[in-house]
């Protein structure tokens, strides 16, 4: 039998319904929108003789389709053939891995974090948070046949970089380029924001079926973090002696410094830019007494927190500088970056050997688990 509902206990029963909903309605709020990051030129030098410090890009990623991709095991490594002794002519530049910014406001773009010469010379970048020095050391024959023994073991000689599918392109990417009896060399859409925080992409589009990661093998992971976290036992500051000066309208707000206390004028510097077409131009290389004074008075407009723009009548001129390492060639008219060796810089006239006595490097700890995304729980 169905029993009558009065209608006080009726008008009980909607009012407690009403209250459940209105809750459940106050917990699905939406989840506020993120800003993609952006990058704010702020150029740093110091004088000739001094470490130079620079500062990592903030990454600015240009979103496009990509297919999703599905996580399958965590991968494993490739089992690499017996090391063997090689004899070789090596390059100029024996390894290189670098940063590269093709969003940046000046062709600038390369900014290396561990270069190894023929030579045997070292010099890398080491940062305690975004302010980052240039170190050198001499390595001797052994210490460079250990990297080049771990490269090769690695199975990075053999790395596909088209197994590499990150879900965005055109941001700032890691360069890695290997020459040594094997060549290789590759260019990673945000492999280092990848590697030190899988959901970061997630996080940033505020998605819960956002497209998976790209595959990042042991071979390029541990190659990565060889170089990335390299611990000479001697180093000291590097010290450079020529400064690429890039000359261009203002585009950063800010009221002109006045250009004095150089014996360089802002006038030359800025003639000595053009090129012969008009819609061109070209870093100025400056050494001695007035690359140590430019990059002083670059360096004192952007401590004080003034863009590094300067007046000189009838001029009104932004400039930005780095400086360069050894073999490192500033942008010419029409290139588009500065370039790390230069095309013209001289073969070595010795050769280079390496044993599989030399033994292999150590890879530090954190890459030798591998690579295991982590999910991101919105």
């Known amino acids: 039998m169905v029993k009558k509902i009065s209608g006080v206990f009726l008008i009980i029963l909607m009012a407690a319904l009403c209250t459940a909903i209105s809750a459940c309605q106050a917990t699905m709020t939406p ?4 800003e993609t990051p952006t990058t704010e030129a702020s150029p740093s030098a110091t004088s000739t003789r001094r470490p130079i410090p620079t500062q990592r890009p903030s990454p600015t990623p240009s979103l496009t389709t990509a297919p999703s991709l599905t996580p399958g095991p965590s991968p494993t490594s490739t089992p690499q ?3 063997s002794a ?3 002519q090596p390059a100029p530049v024996l390894i290189q891995a670098a940063r590269r910014d093709p969003l940046a406001h000046s062709p600038f773009q390369l900014d290396p974090f561990f270069v190894l010469y023929a030579s045997g010379e070292l010099i890398l970048q080491q940062c305690q948070g975004n302010q980052c020095g240039l170190f ?3 390595l001797e024959t052994g210490e460079v046949c250990r990297l080049l023994n771990r490269i090769d073991q690695s199975g990075f000689f053999d790395y596909d970089p088209a197994s590499y599918q990150p879900p965005e392109s055109g941001g700032p990417s890691i360069a890695i380029q290997v020459n040594a009896w094997r060549s290789k060399a590759v260019d990673l859409d945000q492999l280092d924001q990848w590697i030190a925080d899988p959901g970061w992409f997630a996080r940033q589009q505020q998605c819960k079926q956002c497209p998976a990661g790209p595959q990042i093998l042991p071979a390029l992971l541990n190659t990565y973090d060889l170089l990335s976290r390299y611990q000479p036992v001697e180093e000291k500051p590097y010290v450079a002696d020529r400064l690429a000066v890039w000359v261009s309208q203002p585009w950063l707000a800010g009221t002109p410094q006045p250009w004095t206390g150089t014996e360089l004028s802002l006038t030359s510097l800025y003639q000595a830019s053009r090129c012969s077409d008009p819609q061109q131009s070209q870093a ?4 001695g007494s ?3 004074q430019v990059s002083e008075l670059v360096d004192a407009a952007t401590t004080n927190n003034n863009a ?3 007046s000189e009548d009838p001029l009104q001129l ?5 400086w360069l390492f050894p073999l490192e060639a500033a942008p010419g008219c029409g290139e588009a970056s500065n370039t790390l060796p230069a095309a013209n810089a001289p073969t070595p006239s010795f050769t280079l050997s390496c044993q599989p006595a030399n033994g292999l490097a150590d890879i530090p700890t954190s890459a030798v688990s591998g690579y295991t995304p982590t999910p991101y729980v919105p």
């Open 31 to 34: 989840a506020p929108s993120s």
């Open 81 to 83: 053939p017996t090391l």
């Open 86 to 88: 090689h004899t070789w």
């Open 136 to 138: 050198s050391q001499q």
């Open 284 to 287: 100025v290389v400056l050494t």
């Open 290 to 292: 007035e690359a140590g």
């Open 308 to 310: 590094p723009i300067f």
């Open 318 to 322: 932004q400039l930005q500088t780095r």
